[in-house]
T-cell receptor
Framework: AQRVTQPEKLLSVFKGAPVELKCNYSYSGSPELFWYVQYSRQRLQLLLRHISRESIKGFTADLNKGETSFHLKKPFAQEEDSAMYYCALQPNAGKSTFGDGTTLTVKP | DGGITQSPKYLFRKEGQNVTLSCEQNLNHDAMYWYRQDPGQGLRLIYYSQIVNDFQKGDIAEGYSVSREKKESFPLTVTSAQKNPTAFYLC??????????????FGEGSRLTVL
């Protein structure tokens, strides 16, 4: 069975500090992993996906198959990064699994 | 203006009544999904459809039903059999290519409250 675990429900950092949102997954095949973000009063939207290996809004995420992790990182957090973040495993057409989400608060 | 439209945004229902949530997309996506979002529980998949006239149960399909008669529409019915229907419901769509699911595009959601 596929499973996504985000161990931190809440994460609070100060502006300018590094931030890491953890995501671990369980899946027997080759995973397709995504991070989605939901800002206040906005719809859920894609932040980044592992296959593109790009940096979006200063965030990066590296897939570590050995540790089955896909942690989201940003070296210097900004107040506008405050949002709910979801890690998602989308291994094949249709059956996507989301983690429970992490609420990030960046304090001034 | 392309995207996914869910209606209504807010809905109140009495116990024992069925209610249907609408989801329409003009992105020409093949796949559509319904998720339920509860506080502290993330998104849980109710039903999904990869092609017209076909759909599969997700992880929490009991008490729900769907249809996919048109590519752009995927309505969700919350039946009286759903024991805890008060929740926030999200519809999404995606391109599927080579067996892989692309980025999910989400609607703004529908909040259902059972009185």
């Amino acid at each position: 069975a596929q499973r996504v675990t985000q161990p931190e429900k809440l994460l609070s950092v100060f502006k300018g500090a590094p931030v890491e949102l953890k995501c671990n997954y369980s899946y027997s095949g080759s995973p397709e992993l995504f991070w989605y973000v939901q800002y206040s009063r906005q719809r859920l939207q894609l932040l980044l996906r592992h296959i593109s290996r790009e940096s979006i809004k200063g965030f990066t995420a590296d897939l570590n198959k050995g540790e089955t992790s896909f942690h989201l990182k940003k070296p210097f957090a900004q107040e506008e990064d405050s949002a709910m973040y979801y890690c998602a495993l989308q291994p094949n057409a249709g059956k996507s699994t989301f983690g429970d989400g992490t609420t990030l608060t960046v304090k001034p | 203006d392309g995207g996914i439209t869910q209606s209504p945004k807010y809905l109140f229902r009495k116990e024992g009544q069925n209610v249907t949530l609408s989801c329409e997309q003009n992105l020409n996506h093949d796949a559509m999904y319904w998720y339920r979002q509860d506080p502290g529980q993330g998104l849980r998949l109710i039903y999904y459809s990869q092609i017209v006239n076909d759909f599969q149960k997700g992880d929490i399909a009991e008490g729900y039903s769907v249809s996919r008669e048109k590519k752009e529409s995927f309505p969700l019915t919350v039946t009286s059999a759903q024991k805890n229907p008060t929740a926030f419901y999200l519809c999404a769509s995606s391109i599927t290519s080579g067996g892989l699911t692309g980025e999910l595009f989400f609607g703004e959601g529908s909040r259902l409250t059972v009185l």
